[in-house]
């Protein structure tokens, strides 16, 4: 049994298709707003974007107690919060690190679509970039 089918066993349909379609918007945008955050007048409207979605995802999963996903979204939202309070710009490694954390979420919206077990966390995404080389 999937991700899918155990989300559906433990809860209201309708609870877990709104999950699943606004999971499926986030992860879609992700990408952009990451590459966006290399071009200065779109770094703050990218940052806060990005802090909503992965705080969305945070307590979404967290209430259909998708361990994983609430782990590595909740490690990806300290980092953000860190990131839009310290920083005014952000460097390469750490929006490579991001796209790579949007590529692990663009995963796991395959995995809930074909109802498979979510991928585990690579661990290449819980070393973090250096975010004081600006």
Same mark, same amino acid.
């Given at each position: ?22 999971? +499926? ?27 909503r979605i992965f705080?969305?995802?945070k307590s979404a ?8 996903? +609430? ?5 990806? &939202? ?6 839009? +309070? ?5 460097? &390469?490694? +750490? ?22 077990e979510l991928t ?15």
């Open positions: 049994m999937g991700v899918r089918s155990n989300l559906d066993s433990s809860f209201d349909y309708e609870i877990v298709d709104e999950f699943l379609d606004h999971y +499926t918007i986030m992860t879609e945008c992700m990408e952009t707003m990451i590459i966006d955050l290399s071009k200065p007048h779109m770094f703050e409207h990218s940052i806060n974007e990005l802090f705080h969305n995802i999963s967290a209430f259909l107690q998708i361990k994983q996903m +609430t782990k590595l979204s909740s490690f990806v &939202e300290d980092i953000l919060e860190i990131i839009r +309070t310290e920083h005014k710009c952000i460097n &390469e490694e +750490t929006v490579n690190w991001l796209l790579e954390i949007s590529d692990m979420y663009a995963a796991w919206s395959d995995d809930l679509k074909l109802d498979n585990h966390i690579k661990y290449s995404l819980l070393k973090l970039p250096d975010l004081e080389n600006n």
